[in-house]
């Protein structure tokens, strides 16, 4: 298994991932094309596809932050989950860095919510049920309520408003004005 950043719209790898993008994400939790051409190149953010056998298998969408990464999205294509490889991906991420991880869950009032905090869970990182929204991720969007989960401590005062004003600065700003 292969993570491949992508920094182009124009190839199959991100058309693949594009569809599942689609499929895997409510549409108030997903970004729109246009939005997307405009940042997959940005420096700090990661388009990267999964590869398993040379067959696109899934994706991992992050960014970089000093000292931090935030998981945007994850999803593994239907013919290849539960064999591991969602967990083999964020362990990667894990381990190429001493840096915190943060991430966005939905609110665990679903069976599917639910086996996604545990999937987290069982990687180490810790639910925090702060009240807290996601910021739009297309233009006149919603801000759907979320729960923010974080590697490997809990998220202190200190490192949810450095994630707010990085975000917010760095992902967000520069493509809404």
Known sequence: MKRVRLTQTDNTGFLQAWELYGDAFPEEERR???LQKQIINH????FDIVIVDEVFSGFILW???????YIEHLATSIEYRGRGYGKTVVEQ?????????????????CDSSKRRIDFYERL?????????KQLPMRKNGISPEMFLMTYPDELTAVKLSFFKKSF??????????
């Open 43 to 46: 420096a700090n953010y990661h």
């Open 32 to 34: 729109e094309l246009d």
């Open 93 to 109: 991420l894990i381990s190429e860095s001493h840096d915190d991880i943060i991430l966005e869950v939905e609110l665990p009032d």
């Open 124 to 132: 180490g990182f810790k639910l925090n049920t702060i009240d807290y």
């Open 168 to 177: 917010k600065r760095i992902c967000y700003a520069p493509y809404f004005e």
């Open 63 to 69: 960014w970089q932050f000093e000292g931090l990464r």
